[in-house]
């Protein structure tokens, strides 16, 4: 029979349904404008259906609810059954705790008061399913919620001791009937509770997105700057290149032979000295070198670099600096030049199937594998990237290598705050 509480719980069950499957699936393009409407026919369709016979009804639901579902999420036929038949089993189990607990405390008895006490054992089967959602989702995420997340779910565990404990029967008959009201405006609350918490989810989640697309802007304009400079640089390069071999021409024609080998040297200096700050693919690497040029003429060092921009795709702009420049600060100052002898730094990388490697190879007087300054270095690297980290000294050549080994997955290199980890003893 057709009654305003039927048709309430009917809609209840659907928006179930939809929270449910919307976890699962994405929702349609062509439902964005339909799916109310869709909403409000379905419960009109069940609420006709629950007039027919049992196995009728049982059956054009069936369709209903598969034929709702279709419209709406996008996902293949086995996906939609099998979740279907998942939110069945769920629903179905706390249905039935619902229910078990309201007989039990004496409601569902009372023939002008049973409307209510099905919309009662509605909404206590919903709260139950939407919270054993949450848990399970928190505990099976990666990421979990806090503490504070849980506090909604208070009243819903104080309601069901209540109803573990009480009884109609200990009451006196005059107040009997109003139980049921009582009952409903209490799971009311709840249910207001959790849609409570549902909101600070939601607003949890869209937070996380502002900061993501905020975080997604930076990079972007961070990137570009990098590409300016570069692109000032090399057209810098290029300008100046340009100006030496017109200026070279010139003495060509002219015939001036130690003027021509004086040029030629010069250009051939200018090239060298230039060629790998306009070569180096990685923009952040560039960018560190363009701002101590000065500070690597003065110290009279070449930097020589051998890496490849998509090796470092899994490290932000942020910690691609802090990785280079520390290093590269390092290297500066033990390849400085002494005894005359120009310092040189080479830096490589390469990928393994698991790991990034970057080598640091750079001229040194001295033994530094032992110093104070390399040791901090180390467990730098080793708490924020989780890198391993080796260092080589050949007194012949009086050369330093580096060696950084730095994970590639995404749970070993993000560990949330920095400094969080303790040092690796990852092997190389």
Same mark, same amino acid.
């Given at each position: =029979?057709?009654?305003?509480?039927?048709?309430?719980?009917?809609?209840?069950?659907?928006?179930?349904?939809?929270?449910?499957?919307?976890?699962?699936?994405?929702?349609?393009?062509?439902?964005?404008?339909?799916?109310?409407?869709?909403?409000?026919?379905?419960?009109?369709?069940?609420?006709?259906?629950?007039?027919?016979?049992?196995?009728?009804?049982?059956?054009?639901?069936?369709?209903?609810?598969?034929?709702?579902? !279709?419209?709406?999420?996008?996902?293949?036929?086995?996906?939609?059954?099998?979740?279907?038949?998942?939110?069945?089993?769920?629903?179905?189990?706390?249905?039935?705790?619902?229910?078990?607990?309201?007989?039990?405390?004496?409601?569902?008895?009372?023939?002008?008061?049973?409307?209510? #006490?099905?919309?009662?054992?509605?909404?206590?089967?919903?709260?139950?399913?939407?919270?054993?959602?949450?848990?399970?989702?928190?505990?099976?995420?990666?990421?979990?919620?806090?503490?504070?997340?849980?506090?909604?779910?208070?009243?819903?565990?104080?309601?069901?001791?209540?109803?573990?404990?009480?009884?109609?029967?200990?009451?006196?008959?005059?107040?009997?009937?109003?139980?049921?009201?009582?009952?409903?405006?209490?799971?009311?609350?709840?249910?207001?509770?959790?849609?409570?918490?549902?909101?600070?989810?939601?607003?949890?989640?869209?937070? =996380?997105?502002?900061?993501?697309?905020?975080? !997604?802007?930076?990079?972007?304009?961070?990137?570009?700057? =990098?590409?300016?400079?570069?692109?000032?640089?090399?057209?810098?390069?290029?300008?100046?290149?340009?100006?030496?071999?017109?200026?070279?021409?010139?003495?060509?024609?002219?015939?001036?032979?130690?003027?021509?080998?004086?040029?030629?040297?010069?250009?051939?200096?200018?090239?060298?000295?230039?060629?790998?700050?306009?070569?180096?693919?990685?923009?952040?690497?560039?960018?560190?070198?363009?701002?101590?040029?000065?500070?690597?003429?003065?110290?009279?060092?070449?930097?020589?670099?051998?890496?490849?921009? #998509?090796?470092?795709?899994?490290?932000?702009?942020?910690?691609?600096?802090?990785?280079?420049?520390?290093?590269?600060?390092?290297? =500066?100052?033990?390849?400085?030049? !002494?005894?005359? !002898?120009?310092?040189?730094?080479?830096?490589?990388?390469?990928?393994?199937?698991?790991?990034?490697?970057?080598?640091?190879?750079?001229?040194?007087?001295?033994?530094?594998?032992?110093?104070?300054?390399?040791?901090?270095?180390?467990?730098?690297?080793?708490?924020?990237?989780?890198?391993?980290?080796?260092?080589?000294?050949?007194?012949?050549?009086?050369?330093?290598?580096?060696?950084?080994?730095?994970?590639?997955?995404?749970?070993?290199?993000?560990?949330?705050?920095?400094?969080?980890?303790?040092?690796?003893?990852?092997?190389?």
């Amino acid at each position: =029979m057709f009654t305003p509480v039927n048709y309430v719980i009917t809609l209840l069950n659907l928006l179930c349904l939809t929270i449910f499957f919307r976890k699962w699936l994405r929702v349609s393009s062509s439902s964005l404008f339909t799916g109310g409407w869709l909403l409000g026919a379905s419960v009109l369709l069940f609420c006709v259906l629950s007039t027919f016979p049992p196995l009728i009804a049982i059956a054009g639901s069936a369709v209903v609810v598969f034929g709702y579902v !279709r419209f709406i999420f996008e996902g293949s036929l086995k996906k939609i059954l099998l979740l279907l038949l998942l939110f069945a089993a769920v629903y179905g189990f706390c249905a039935s705790v619902s229910w078990a607990l309201l007989t039990r405390a004496g409601f569902l008895d009372y023939s002008f008061q049973i409307d209510l #006490d099905r919309l009662s054992a509605t909404l206590l089967a919903q709260q139950l399913f939407y919270t054993l959602l949450f848990i399970v989702g928190n505990l099976a995420s990666k990421t979990h919620y806090s503490i504070t997340y849980y506090f909604p779910i208070l009243p819903l565990v104080i309601t069901l001791c209540v109803l573990a404990r009480f009884r109609q029967d200990d009451i006196s008959g005059f107040i009997k009937p109003y139980l049921s009201y009582g009952l409903l405006l209490l799971l009311i609350f709840d249910y207001l509770s959790l849609v409570f918490q549902g909101w600070l989810i939601i607003s949890l989640h869209t937070r =996380m997105r502002l900061r993501q697309e905020q975080a !997604r802007r930076e990079y972007l304009a961070g990137k570009y700057s =990098m590409l300016t400079r570069q692109y000032e640089t090399s057209f810098s390069f290029l300008h100046s290149l340009l100006r030496q071999c017109a200026d070279l021409s010139l003495t060509i024609e002219a015939r001036d032979l130690d003027k021509i080998s004086d040029q030629v040297r010069d250009v051939a200096d200018h090239a060298f000295h230039q060629f790998n700050e306009v070569c180096i693919s990685s923009p952040i690497l560039a960018s560190l070198l363009a701002a101590r040029k000065q500070e690597l003429e003065k110290r009279g060092i070449l930097v020589s670099c051998a890496i490849r921009n #998509d090796q470092f795709a899994l490290i932000t702009f942020e910690e691609q600096k802090q990785l280079f420049g520390r290093l590269l600060d390092f290297a =500066m100052d033990a390849a400085e030049t !002494r005894d005359d !002898r120009l310092g040189t730094i080479i830096i490589r990388s390469d990928t393994s199937r698991q790991d990034l490697l970057l080598e640091f190879n750079f001229s040194s007087p001295e033994d530094l594998t032992a110093s104070k300054e390399l040791e901090e270095l180390q467990v730098f690297l080793s708490r924020k990237f989780k890198a391993g980290v080796r260092s080589v000294y050949s007194r012949e050549e009086g050369r330093m290598q580096i060696f950084v080994v730095i994970p590639l997955g995404l749970d070993e290199l993000y560990t949330g705050t920095p400094f969080a980890a303790e040092p690796t003893n990852r092997q190389i």
